[in-house]
Nanobody
Framework: QVQLVESGGGLVQPGGSLRLSCAAS????????MGWYRQVPRKQRELVAG???????NYADSVKGRFTISRDIAGNKVYLQMDSLKSEDTAVYYC???????????WGQGTQVTVSS
């Protein structure tokens, strides 16, 4: 099991960029599928971007071409680069790690992203 801590959220104008970071307490490169999710009040948490140990990525249709998920070489941080931000991207963003061997899944505490002029 790993513990996850997100950072990098904040207030940004439409069209701007932010980079979110997710720091894990251990290596997440070999057996964990990593994901960034977001949630707004009164709605279900939704997957924004996913990254497999092999490097395969997937994105929600609403963020394709604007967001990029990546992992650092050391294997204990995951990033979400968000460009061309829109007001509808406003949400609390959560990092998720799922162990492919044990099926364990954990969440960070979330970081608020607000896109507004």
């Amino acid at each position: 099991q790993v513990q996850l801590v997100e950072s990098g959220g904040g207030l940004v104008q439409p069209g701007g960029s932010l980079r979110l970071s997710c720091a894990a307490s251990g290596s997440i490169s070999s057996v964990y599928v990593m994901g960034w999710y977001r949630q707004v009040p009164r709605k279900q948490r939704e997957l924004v971007a996913g990254l497999t140990p092999g490097g395969r990525t997937n994105y929600a249709d609403s963020v394709k071409g604007r967001f990029t998920i990546s992992r650092d070489i050391a294997g204990n941080k995951v990033y979400l680069q968000m460009d061309s931000l829109k007001s509808e991207d406003t949400a609390v963003y959560y990092c998720n790690a799922k162990n492919m061997v044990s099926d364990w899944s954990g969440w960070g505490q979330g970081t608020q992203v607000t896109v507004s002029s």
